[in-house]
């Protein structure tokens, strides 16, 4: 009887640890801000191994003391975690208070609350935009204005080259009258010329020959 009584308080002190140690506690709940794309959000994963459905409240601090509810979910843990999430576009540095309210096992706040991150949440692929330069730009400098091209020395012969002169409406003279006019040609009057000096001279002669024959009658 002695032993049975023994094993039976040993059995009971294991039953109790292993039930205590299975039993749901604040210590299985962590809460994360994060960022799902450009937007932000809240996650609270449950890793109560025991399964005892439980429920989250989230509250945003505001200054004064004065909070705002964010959202209340119900969640069932596990032993792998078992998140559910709050859509809240936090600000850089905003504190949260999360309650846990686990059937009369747990009803208070995760240790230490929630601190959101200092930088907000960005669209991915995004480039954070340069500063804008301090250096002054020059400002353009105006341009000369166009000269005139220089003209080219045939476009001065062409333009400096007298137009051509107008016809005339007189009539032009024959082309044959105008030669015998200048030079004489295709005349006979050269011919004649020369024949009566020859005619002449001939001419003269024979009188001077019968003179001297006459004379030469009359010595005798």
């Given at each position: ?5 023994v094993?039976?308080a ?15 506690n ?7 801000a994060?960022?799902d794309?450009d937007?932000?959000?809240?996650v609270?994963?449950d ?17 004064g ?6 959202g209340k ?63 002054p ?12 091209p220089?003209?080219?020395?045939s ?36 011919l ?29």
């Amino acid at each position: 009887m002695r032993i049975l009584g023994v094993a039976s308080a040993s059995a009971a002190v294991v039953l109790g640890l292993s039930s205590s140690a299975l039993a749901c506690n604040i210590r299985d709940f962590k809460a994360e801000a994060k960022c799902d794309g450009d937007k932000g959000i809240i996650v609270v994963t449950d890793t109560d191994a025991s399964g005892t459905p439980a429920t989250i409240t989230v509250f945003l601090k505001n200054n004064g003391g004065v909070e705002t509810q964010i959202g209340k979910q119900e969640v069932k843990g596990s032993a792998e975690g078992a998140p559910v999430t709050f859509s809240e576009d936090w600000k850089p540095n905003a504190t949260y208070r999360v309650h846990v309210k686990a059937a009369n096992i747990v009803d208070e706040d995760i240790e230490n609350g929630l601190t959101a991150p200092s930088a907000a949440c960005k669209t991915a692929g995004s480039t954070p935009t340069p500063p804008a330069s301090s250096t002054p730009k020059p400002s353009p400098s105006k341009s000369a204005p166009a000269q005139s091209p220089t003209p080219t020395p045939s476009d001065s012969a062409s333009n400096s080259a007298p137009a051509s002169a107008a016809p005339s409406n007189a009539p032009s003279p024959a082309a044959g009258s105008s030669n015998l006019a200048e030079t004489g040609a295709n005349s006979n009057t050269g011919l004649i010329a020369g024949l009566a000096g020859a005619l002449v001279v001939v001419g003269g002669g024979a009188v001077f020959f019968g003179m001297r024959r006459r004379g030469a009658r009359g010595d005798s």
